[in-house]
Structures are given as structure tokens and as C-alpha cells.
């Protein structure tokens, strides 16, 4: 027979240490699932910023190009707004506004699909963390099976329930006339 004052802590041990995986998994979890929604939240700013700085590129692009509209028009060389050489600096002017907004666009983008990546691989690590505490939990409750103290505690005839809980309280000390349980 096992000693109570060594089997009791030794169990009270195990779960404990069970209980920790698991706690431990479902912190880490929390922690990733966190992450990743911050990762998310900086890829969609990010993006939201392009979309802002597309439009301030269109209208820089739009500013300039009224610019050279209006050097060409006030210098009176050439047709005027027909000429070739200034409707092809002009379309270059529109072309180059155009190209620096869709530029702006594709980066904020690509920050915004880096960061769902990035949320993608937090949560997966989250769920593997959660799955890792519950199965360090399991083990330890399975390996703590084959020890002689857990088969003490697990058997009918020396269990506590058996030697202490079956009968009730029996008085022996000369009180018999209190009523009797069990």
C-alpha cells in the first residue's frame, strides 16, 4: 500500500501539471489569434493609406498637367493645345499620375496580403499551441497511469473512498449512544 502523504501530491502533482498544458495551449492560443488580428488590422491601414496616397498622386498628376496646359497655351509656340509635342508631354504628365497611383494601389495591396499571410500563420500557430497543451496534458495523465502510486489510488480495496467514506463515522471512544451511521 502506497503512502497517502506521497500518493496524494504525486496525483495532486499530475493533474496540476495536465491542467498547465492545457492552460499554457490556450494562453498561446489567445496570443497568436491577437497577433494575427493586429497583423490584419496593419495590412488593411496599410492599404487604406495607398487608396489615400493613389488619390493625392492623381491629383498631383492633374495638377502638373494643368500646369504644362497652361505654359503651353500662354507661350504661343506651336498650335496651341493640337500641337504634337504638347499633347505628348501632356499624355507622359497624364500616363506618369496614373502610373504613380496604381503603384501606391499594388503596394498598399501587398502590405495588405502580406499581413492576412502573416494572420493566416499566427492563427494556424495558435491551434497547433492549443493542440500541443492538450496533448501534453494527455500524456502526462496517461504516463502517470503506470506509476504504483496512480494504481493505488486507482484500486477498489485500498482506495480513501474504501477505507474512510464506505462506513460513515463509527465512534469507538465510548459514545455509543450518539446514533450510528451507515
Known amino acids: 500500500m502506497a503512502d497517502p502523504f506521497v500518493t496524494g501530491p504525486m496525483a495532486f502533482a499530475t493533474i496540476l501539471s495536465a491542467g498547465s498544458s492545457i492552460m499554457q495551449g490556450n494562453s498561446a492560443n489567445a496570443s497568436a489569434r491577437f497577433n494575427a488580428d493586429q497583423e490584419s488590422m496593419a495590412g488593411q491601414q496599410a492599404f487604406a493609406g495607398s487608396q489615400r496616397e493613389a488619390w493625392q498622386n492623381r491629383r498631383q498628376g492633374d495638377l502638373v498637367l494643368s500646369r504644362a496646359k497652361a505654359v503651353a497655351a500662354a507661350s504661343g509656340a506651336g498650335a496651341g493645345a493640337a500641337d504634337p509635342t ?97
Do not use: H
Open 86 to 182: 504638347a499633347v505628348k508631354l501632356e499624355s507622359d504628365i497624364a500616363a506618369q499620375g496614373e502610373y504613380d497611383a496604381m503603384t501606391s494601389l499594388f503596394n498598399g495591396l501587398q502590405a495588405e496580403r502580406t499581413g492576412e499571410i502573416k494572420a493566416s500563420l499566427d492563427r494556424y500557430e495558435g491551434r497547433q499551441a492549443k493542440i500541443a497543451g492538450q496533448i501534453s496534458a494527455a500524456s502526462d495523465l496517461i504516463g502517470a497511469a503506470g506509476k504504483p502510486w496512480a494504481n493505488t489510488l486507482l484500486s477498489g480495496g485500498s482506495s480513501l473512498f474504501s477505507r474512510f467514506g464506505a462506513g460513515g463515522f463509527q465512534p469507538d471512544d465510548g459514545y455509543s449512544d450518539l446514533p450510528r451511521y451507515g
